[in-house]
């Protein structure tokens, strides 16, 4: 099957500062999203994005399919943006094991 | 629109316990899927189901079993839990398989 590698593994930052967090698959895909896992366990989409580049606020995220990655970037980052970061791949959703996202104050 | 609940949140079984975990969600959604979480991992898929009364075997599918009699439900049975069962289980859903996906708040599963 498929494999899904996140990097890096761990993360911490001060507040304000910005950071890129990267998903390489291992083949061609027609569905990647990417959740944040807060604290308390609650899994949030944050984006649907099998090609091209997306916006959210401070978030954006990008995904070259013909290379095989995406990555997601978090701009001025706050403590509320802790957590885990997962990128899941094709229709039956196979997870990396995610980047483990501190910011602190 | 409650979105995706489970229940129950906490659960602690014997080894060769059986029992369901309930989801259910309102938004009309085709597809729903059952994940668990092992710790330090990403979310692994057990089943799913892409209408009611259709479903299929993901990457994990030993030990469980699903059935899917309305759009809005989709029950996880475990039939004889086992201490590798142990896990934080995750239901979702979306429109379609390929679509956005939404979570529920999770079933933390321990099996003594």
């Known amino acids: 099957g498929i494999q899904v590698e996140q990097s890096p593994p761990d993360l911490i930052l001060q507040e304000g500062a910005n950071s890129t967090l990267r998903c390489n698959f291992s083949?061609?895909?027609?569905?990647l999203q990417w959740f944040h896992q807060n604290p308390w366990g609650q899994l949030i989409n944050l984006f649907y994005i099998p090609s091209g580049t997306k916006q959210n606020g401070r978030l954006s995220a990008t995904t070259v399919a013909t290379e095989r990655y995406s990555l997601l970037y978090i701009s001025s980052s706050q403590t509320t943006d802790s957590g885990v970061y997962f990128c899941?791949?094709?229709?039956?959703?196979?997870f990396g094991a995610g980047t483990r996202l501190t910011v602190k104050p | 629109n409650a979105g995706v609940t489970q229940t129950p949140k906490f659960q602690v079984l014997k080894t060769g316990q059986s029992m369901t975990l309930q989801c259910a969600q309102d938004m009309n959604h085709e597809y729903m899927s059952w994940y668990r979480q092992d710790p330090g991992m990403g979310l692994r898929l057990i089943h799913y189901?892409?209408?009611?009364?259709?479903?299929d075997q993901g990457e994990v599918p030993n030990g469980y079993n699903v059935s899917r009699s309305t759009t809005e439900d989709f029950p996880l049975r475990l039939l004889s839990a086992a201490p590798s069962q142990t896990s934080v289980y995750f239901c979702a859903s979306s429109y379609g398989r390929a679509d956005e996906q939404y979570f529920g708040p999770g079933t933390r599963l321990t099996v003594t």
């Open positions: 083949d061609s895909v027609n569905n």
């Open positions: 899941a791949v094709e229709d039956d959703m196979r």
């Open positions: 189901s892409v209408g009611a009364g259709i479903t």
